[in-house]
């Protein structure tokens, strides 16, 4: 059997002041664009482009990591209730660590002795040097961050221009698909789609001239907003064969 140390502790009845740290999320500025939502790419030979943030995705996302917090400080005071001591051997070691806690009354929670003051000040002090390594701790986590944020641009812009790319060529697989069901559907029924003269009276059954022919296909391929896109590219856009 050991004789156990001893402790200065507060009794049974005395009053403990205990600060507690409140915050609450902010919305955060976004790490990667600096509020700006867009991203200029530039290259010396001339070709430039903007594109969304990929990381607010263009402003539209206002919680990101990491958070920022507004705090604010509070000191409870209440009476103990009782006091117990706690011993625990330490994770992967030998070491048993002692301490004392508080039961309260009102309950203001389980307070450890370090936690426990006797008076509003010194739990106010406690609470301001609570609120500073808050503080400072996410201060560090946002400018490791911004660090990140050189190593990591690279990648995020190829990747937001394959994005870009990509619903750019589901546009054109949109257009080309819409393309070839009009035209299917002139075939099909010549007589209520597809390109037809403007009769020159009711009863007379529209015919399809070379220009009216030209005209509709005008229109189509223009909607279709096809150019600019090679011929390759067209292909696999309508094609599927490969
Ligand atoms: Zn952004």
């Given at each position: 059997m050991k004789s156990l140390q001893t402790f200065d502790a507060f009794a049974v009845g005395e009053t403990i002041f205990v600060a507690s740290v409140h915050q609450k999320e902010i919305p955060t500025?976004?790490?990667?664009c600096l509020g700006e939502k867009q991203w200029a790419i530039s290259m010396p030979s001339g070709v430039s482009r903007i594109i969304a943030c990929p990381r607010c995705d263009g402003g539209k996302r206002h919680w990101l990591f990491p958070m920022r917090h507004e705090r604010t400080l509070e000191v409870k005071e209440a009476k103990v209730s009782e006091v117990s001591i706690r011993c625990r051997k330490a994770h992967n070691s030998e070491k048993i660590h002692t301490g004392i806690d508080y039961s309260t009354e009102p309950y203001?929670?389980?307070?450890s002795h370090d936690r426990a003051h006797g008076s509003r000040e010194a739990a106010l002090v406690d609470g301001k040097r609570m609120l500073a390594a808050d503080a400072k701790q996410e201060d560090e986590r946002w400018r490791e961050e911004r660090e990140k944020v050189a190593t990591r641009s690279g990648q995020d812009i190829v990747a937001a221009l394959q994005a870009a790319a990509n619903e750019s060529v589901r546009d054109l697989q949109r257009n080309i698909a819409k393309l070839k069901e009009q035209m299917m559907e002139a075939i099909r029924y010549p007589t209520l789609y597809g390109p037809k003269e403007v009769r020159a009276y009711p009863s007379a059954t529209p015919r399809i001239t070379e220009q009216t022919m030209a005209d509709w296909l005008g229109n189509l391929l223009s909607e279709a907003n096809i150019e600019g896109w090679s011929e390759q590219e067209l292909h696999e856009a309508m094609c599927s064969c490969v």
């Open positions: 500025q976004c790490p990667d203001i929670g389980h307070v």
